[in-house]
């Protein structure tokens, strides 16, 4: 089992950047697949980005694709969300997801989330 915490949201102008933490616990976080996704209000949760076991395959939705950059540092149990050129329709809680088998873009392959972190941008 991970533990996962979310860090880094805050409030920032159109065409500002923030980059996201999420903290895992336990010493397996290297095996497994990770993944980023948000929620707006009213809205259902979006797939934005997944990552390999191995950080050498990534994946990206199109609408972030260009903007947002996924990572991971097995060493230090911490995956990342590079944000840049942020747009006010960016604003969401961001949560960061472990699946325990493939990387995916559908949310309920995921097995463990964090709490969320909330990003906003202002106009």
């Known amino acids: 089992q991970v533990q996962l915490v979310e860090s880094g949201g805050g409030l920032v102008q159109a065409g500002g950047s923030l980059r996201l933490s999420c903290a895992a616990s336990?010493?397996?976080?290297?095996?497994?697949?990770m993944g980023w996704f948000r929620q707006a209000p009213g809205k259902e949760r979006e797939f934005l980005a997944t990552i390999n076991w191995s950080g050498g395959n990534t994946y990206y939705a199109d609408s972030v694709k260009g903007r947002f950059t996924i990572s991971r540092d097995n060493a230090k149990n911490t995956l990342y969300l590079q944000m840049t050129k942020l747009k006010p329709e960016d604003t969401a809680v961001y949560y960061c997801?472990?699946?325990?088998?493939?990387?995916?873009?559908?949310?309920?392959?995921?097995?463990?989330w964090g709490q969320g972190t909330q990003v906003t941008v202002s106009s």
């Open positions: 997801a472990a699946t325990k088998w493939y990387s995916s873009i559908r949310w309920n392959d995921y097995d463990y």
């Open positions: 336990g010493r397996t976080f290297s095996s497994y697949p």
